[in-house]
């Protein structure tokens, strides 16, 4: 199984990114995908996630209303939608699976660098 996630850059405070996240290796039908983040001094935090199927999702109070997590279950990939970024948005963005049954994500992506300048 792999995870490639990719779409991360330098942005302006305010500004948007789009990132994504193409999966392999294997069918994600019940599965859950995610993306976690860890910024500079600070432990990882679950940013979201979404059931493969689309009917759930989920968002840290920190982005709710500004992140969107989507996908394409067609091109095997999801995306994070990231709105009005803030500096405090800036870290090492994950992409990582699990059945949904599982506790914890046992599939992981590389990161993919967010700066987003004050």
């Known amino acids: 199984v792999q995870l490639q996630a990719s779409g991360g850059g330098l942005v302006q405070s305010g500004g948007s990114l789009r990132l994504s996240c193409a999966a392999s290796?294997?069918?994600?039908?019940?599965?859950?995908l995610a993306w976690f983040r860890r910024a500079p001094g600070k432990e990882r935090e679950l940013v979201g996630r979404?059931?493969?199927?689309?009917?759930?999702?989920y968002y840290a109070d920190s982005v709710k209303g500004r992140f969107t997590i989507s996908r394409d279950n067609a091109k095997n990939t999801v995306y994070l939608q990231m709105n009005s970024l803030k500096p405090e948005d800036t870290g090492v963005y994950y992409c990582?699976?699990?059945?949904?049954?599982?506790?914890?994500?046992?599939?992981w992506g590389q990161g993919t660098q967010v700066t987003v300048s004050s």
């Open positions: 990582a699976a699990k059945p949904y049954l599982l506790a914890v994500y046992n599939y």
């Open positions: 290796g294997r069918t994600f039908s019940g599965y859950v």
């Open positions: 979404i059931t493969w199927s689309g009917d759930k999702t």
